[in-house]
């Protein structure tokens, strides 16, 4: 079994900064890559933010510049830095996490989600 956690949302007024964490737990091996996905009232989820195990990362184009990904290994964590939010950010941010199983065995994990709120 394995459990995400996430932290680190809530509001925020335009220009302003959050940081995001989702640690997992459970019988882990490894972790592969690491995510971050977001999803506004009617819209579909959307990739954020990703980070590789090699550390490679790639952002959505809305992002670049003003978020951040990153990864702590030795804790199983990723985070999102986020800033010079805009109203547009405003959505619920969730984890996915590719995880090789103690067991055997590679699944993609999501987390319980973070409510982002951004106030022009």
């Known amino acids: 079994q394995v459990q995400l956690v996430e932290s680190g949302g809530g509001l925020v007024q335009a220009g302003g900064s959050l940081r995001l964490s989702c640690a997992a737990s459970?019988?882990?091996?490894?972790?592969?890559?690491m995510g971050w996905y977001r999803q506004a009232p009617g819209n579909q989820r959307a990739l954020v933010a990703q980070?590789?195990?090699?550390?490679?990362?790639n952002y959505a184009d809305s992002v670049k510049g003003r978020f951040t990904i990153s990864r702590d290994n030795a804790k199983n964590t990723v985070y999102l830095q986020m800033n010079s939010l805009k109203p547009e950010d405003t959505a619920v941010y969730s984890c996915?996490?590719?995880?090789?199983?103690?067991?055997?065995?590679?699944?993609?994990?999501w987390g319980q989600g973070t409510q982002v709120t951004v106030s022009s």
């Open positions: 996915n996490v590719l995880i090789v199983m103690e067991m055997g065995g590679t699944f993609s994990h």
């Open positions: 459970g019988r882990i091996r490894s972790i592969d890559r």
């Open positions: 980070i590789t195990s090699a550390d490679s990362t």
